[in-house]
Nanobody
Framework: QVQVVESGGGLVQAGGSLRLSCTTS????????MGWFRQAPGKEREGVSC????????YYADSVKGRFTISRDNAKNTLYLQMNSLKSEDTAMYYC???????????????????WGQGTQVTVSS
């Protein structure tokens, strides 16, 4: 049985910060790449960031590079996303999932992923 639970979302003013967490169970967490994804109303789900199982290598979408930081604690089976300098364009439901690639996060890549959480809403006011 696999469980994936995102938390930490909320309402924040532009320029503010949030830290998202993704706790998992039933996964070989330390053996899997983990990623953050988001979906805004009327838009496709997009990849935000991915981190290798070891935590050594990371991928960031250009839209968040320099503002967001992905990290993980394999001992706690937990994934994090530190979001700074938030913009209204960051408003979306944020999800985490296992199996992302640190070289590609296209819609086709995303469609192959399993074991999504319910998401946590991030709303950035202008």
């Amino acid at each position: 049985q696999v469980q994936v639970v995102e938390s930490g979302g909320g309402l924040v003013q532009a320029g503010g910060s949030l830290r998202l967490s993704c706790t998992t169970s039933g996964l070989t967490f330390g053996d899997l790449n983990m990623g953050w994804f988001r979906q805004a109303p009327g838009k496709e789900r997009e990849g935000v960031s991915c981190i290798r199982w070891s935590g050594v290598t990371r991928y960031y979408a250009d839209s968040v590079k320099g503002r967001f930081t992905i990290s993980r604690d394999n001992a706690k089976n937990t994934l994090y996303l530190q979001m700074n300098s938030l913009k209204s364009e960051d408003t979306a439901m944020y999800y985490c999932a296992a199996g992302c690639s640190i070289t590609s996060m296209t819609s086709s890549d995303i469609a192959r992923l399993r074991y999504w959480g319910q998401g946590t809403q991030v709303t950035v006011s202008s």
